[in-house]
């Protein structure tokens, strides 16, 4: 038995690799730049990429840990090319969207033709549908290094992001244990946070008190643009989900308690485990 997981240098992808090796399975890593993935020894490291389907090796895999090719015109064909190469496969667990789940129009799309290609492959199958990630929050890392001060706009919106690990553990029960196939699991953190809430959770992780100031609309678009850096069409997307957010709260779900029976990991418990991003400037 072994597992492949694409994406593996990815936000989820190294925490289902260094699971999935913690538990002595063995794992083959799939990344573009082996010499670069810092993976945890133990787990077969592989260079291919998922936009050439024939050149990804898959002797011997018989469960996919999947991701969707964003970047790619026909992220379905590319997912149906690579499945039907593997002849060993039993098991196909995809990492896809909670955008698929609510059908919100522009993001739910690509995730779900390929969740219908996974779906036709004669394997059993389990869908992640997680929503906001609480890696997302690293836009937040210059202005909290810099001034120790967050500035975005909608401070009464309230999100419910999930730690990267906690999706990673959801997969890897899917992966390794029967009675998940079949499911569409939507995923959230463990708590509903306002965006001021959130901010004072990073405070509690990191250990000091990081201020908060509102923007409107347009200033945060263009703070997201000029000062983090991010495309104008990026940026236009993360502020839709804000917008969301602040007239629609993201839904709390008990999906990882559930599947894993313990409570998922917390913002300040991210935040304190990623301090250095966000390490004070002087």
């Known amino acids: 038995m072994t597992i492949l997981v694409t994406g593996a240098t990815g936000n989820v992808g190294r925490h289902v690799v260094e699971q999935l090796v913690a538990r002595d399975v063995p794992v083959r890593a799939l990344t573009r730049n082996p010499d670069k993935a810092g993976l945890p020894r133990g787990a077969e490291t592989v260079k291919a990429d998922l936009t050439e389907p024939a050149g990804v090796p898959l002797d011997g895999v018989t469960a996919i840990f999947l991701l969707a090719v964003l970047e790619s015109g026909d992220a379905a064909g590319l997912a149906a090319a690579l499945l039907k190469r593997a002849r060993d496969l039993r098991r196909v667990v995809f990492l896809s969207s909670d955008a698929v789940a609510v059908q919100r129009p522009g993001s739910c799309e690509l995730h779900q033709s390929v969740e219908e290609v996974v779906e036709a492959a004669g394997v059993e199958w389990t869908h992640l549908r997680p929503g906001e990630f609480m890696s997302n929050k690293m836009i937040w890392a210059e202005s909290i290094k810099k001034e120790n001060v967050v500035r975005a706009a909608y401070p009464d919106a309230v999100g419910t992001p999930i730690h990267e690990a906690d999706i990673a553990e959801v997969a890897v029960r899917a992966l390794l244990e029967d009675g998940h196939a079949g499911r569409a699991y939507r995923l959230s953190g463990p708590e509903a946070l306002t965006t001021r809430q959130q901010v004072a959770a990073f405070g509690e992780g990191l250990g000091r008190e990081i201020a908060f ?70």
């Open 213 to 282: 100031e509102a923007l409107t609309y347009g200033q945060a678009r263009a703070a997201l643009i000029r000062e983090v850096g991010l495309p104008p069409d990026i940026a236009e997307y993360l502020m839709g989900y804000q917008a969301q957010f602040n007239e629609e709260p993201s839904e709390l779900l008990p999906t990882f308690e559930e599947v894993t029976g313990r409570r998922g990991r917390t913002l300040a418990q991210w935040a304190a485990e990623h301090a250095d991003a966000f390490s004070v400037v002087r």
